[in-house]
Structures are given as structure tokens and as C-alpha cells.
């Protein structure tokens, strides 16, 4: 079974530029999370999408972000435009309606550097 | 709101056991889970907690106390692959419904 698999790994823009992260979770996952770490403190949620409706994006810094999840497949997270302290690295994570929160599969992350 | 804290690091040499505490404040709550994750990969799901006591998985317990909002995850028998952060997280309910972490422990295991 494949993992949760995001992209780039690795991102290097400048300020005012625009970045686009891609999630793909493991298929029948209907649960998605995107979650970020900043400078080794907490991993914070950021939302969560039940299929292709947002459930709960209570964790979204501002409106500089935005998150979709078309189809209820695969899920994006664009920043427009960064800012200096976007940077860190954002995670994406799946589960089973079953197991909701309680389980995560998380992917590797794509770290976001912003000049 | 939530909140959760752990040591930040903590050192141990091989064979040793070692035990992360975590202690934490929410809304509500539905469990403690506990998440390995080795530098630069994906945080991995080690343990879930809803009741009191101990869970024993190989090498690996969790531990929970409901009454004290206080949970431990206890490595025994430590090899050097154990190096790694490890966090505790906390669902809630309500507005503390989605999964909250804490900032983590770097766990550095010795030869």
C-alpha cells in the first residue's frame, strides 16, 4: 500500500512569491489533514477535509492560504503571497473515517524555505 | 484551549530504558496518542490511549492517567534507531476536536 506521498520535498522561494504543495493520501482515506511545524515548536493542524469538503479550518493563519481538495483525491495547499514566517515544514495526513483523528498517516513533508 | 508539554530532549545509551512524559490541558478529551518521528521523514503513529494504564506494544509502552492529564511513553531495550523526536498529542472535542502536538522530545540514544 502507498504512503501518503507529498511534493516538492523541498521549496525555496522569495517574499511575494507563490507556492503550491500537493497531497496525495492513501486511497479510500477519506479523512485529509494538513498540519505545520515552524522552527521545531508544535506540529499545528491547519484544516481537515472529509472528502472533498473543508471540515474544519479553524488552523489557517490567514487568508494568504488556501486549501482544496477536489474530487475528495489528491489535495493542494497554495500560499499567496509568502511571507517570512510561512516558512517550515507542512505536513499532510490521512485516515480512515473509522479511526477519524485518532490514527494518522502522516507523508514525509514538504519544507518550505522563504527568502 | 489545549496545550501540551514534554522535555524537549533527553539522552539515553543503548539497552537503557528511557520514559517521555507528557503532560497536557484540554477541552474535552478522547485520547493520547504518540507520534515517532526519525529526522526528515514522516511523523509515524506509535501508540493511542483512551483509558487509564498501560499499553505494551514490543519494546514500546503508553501510559495514561486521566485524573492527573498526564501520559508517559516508555522505551525499553534502546537501540540506536530509537534516536529520533517523539511527540504526544491530545484529541478533545469541540473546538479541541482535531489532533494537537506537542513541540516534541529528541530522544538521542548513545553507543
Known amino acids: 500500500e502507498a504512503g501518503v506521498t507529498q511534493f516538492p520535498s523541498h521549496s525555496v522561494i522569495e517574499k511575494g512569491q507563490t507556492v503550491t504543495l500537493r497531497c496525495d493520501p492513501i486511497s479510500g482515506h477519506d479523512n485529509l489533514y494538513w498540519y505545520r511545524r515552524v522552527m521545531g515548536k508544535e506540529i499545528k493542524f491547519l484544516l481537515h477535509f472529509v472528502k472533498e469538503s473543508k471540515q474544519d479550518e479553524s488552523g489557517m493563519p490567514n487568508n494568504r492560504f488556501l486549501a482544496e481538495r477536489t474530487g475528495g483525491t489528491y489535495s493542494t495547499l497554495k500560499v499567496q503571497p509568502a511571507e517570512l514566517e510561512d516558512s517550515g515544514v507542512y505536513f499532510c495526513a490521512s485516515s480512515q473515517v473509522s479511526s477519524g483523528a485518532n490514527v494518522l498517516t502522516f507523508g514525509a513533508g514538504s519544507r518550505l524555505t522563504v527568502l | 484551549g489545549q496545550s501540551l508539554e514534554q522535555p524537549s530532549e533527553v539522552t539515553a545509551v543503548e539497552g537503557a530504558i528511557v520514559q517521555i512524559n507528557c503532560t497536557y490541558q484540554t477541552s474535552g478529551f478522547y485520547g493520547l496518542s504518540w507520534y515517532q518521528q526519525h529526522d526528515g521523514g514522516a511523523p509515524t503513529f506509535l501508540s493511542y490511549n483512551a483509558l487509564d494504564g498501560l499499553e505494551e506494544t514490543g519494546r514500546f509502552s503508553s501510559f495514561l492517567s486521566r485524573s492527573d492529564s498526564y501520559g508517559y511513553l516508555l522505551l525499553q531495550e534502546l537501540q540506536m534507531k530509537d534516536s529520533a523526536s517523539y511527540f504526544c498529542?491530545?484529541?478533545?472535542?469541540?473546538?479541541?476536536?482535531?489532533?494537537?502536538f506537542g513541540s516534541g522530545t529528541q530522544l538521542t540514544v548513545l553507543p
Open positions: 498529542a491530545v484529541k478533545g472535542s469541540g473546538s479541541a476536536r482535531q489532533l494537537t
